[in-house]
Nanobody, 124 residues
Framework: QVQLVESGGGLVQAGGSLRLSCAAS????????MGWFRQSPGKEREFVAA????????VYADSVKGRFTISRDNAKNTVYLQMNSLKPEDTAVYYC?????????????????WGQGTQVTVSS
């Protein structure tokens, strides 16, 4: 069992930056592939980025590639999402998710645990 708590969301102007954090409690954090997803009103939850248990592999949605960076600190049981050059279309609730031993990365249904989400609003 893993509990996930996101933080770091807020209001930022277009072109600005935010760093989201996801703190995990429970056992074997380092065994989980970690992902970030986002959901805007009226849209389905979509994949943003994921990182393997070791941090050795990262995967990004095309829409954020080159602007967002996912990382993790297994000693702190925390995964991060650094978001730069933010655009109004990045506005969404961002969710952290954990997939035990997962290799799917982008598939929403593969993730076993989810946080409650943090709101990111980018103004134009």
């Amino acid at each position: 069992q893993v509990q996930l708590v996101e933080s770091g969301g807020g209001l930022v102007q277009a072109g600005g930056s935010l760093r989201l954090s996801c703190a995990a409690s429970g056992r074997s954090f380092s065994s989980y592939t970690m992902g970030w997803f986002r959901q805007s009103p009226g849209k389905e939850r979509e994949f943003v980025a994921a990182i393997s248990w070791s941090g050795g592999r990262t995967v990004y949605a095309d829409s954020v590639k080159g602007r967002f960076t996912i990382s993790r600190d297994n000693a702190k049981n925390t995964v991060y999402l650094q978001m730069n050059s933010l655009k109004p279309e990045d506005t969404a609730v961002y969710y952290c998710a954990a997939d035990y031993g997962g290799t799917s990365y982008t598939r929403r249904s593969a993730y076993d645990y989810w946080g409650q989400g943090t709101q990111v609003t980018v103004s134009s």
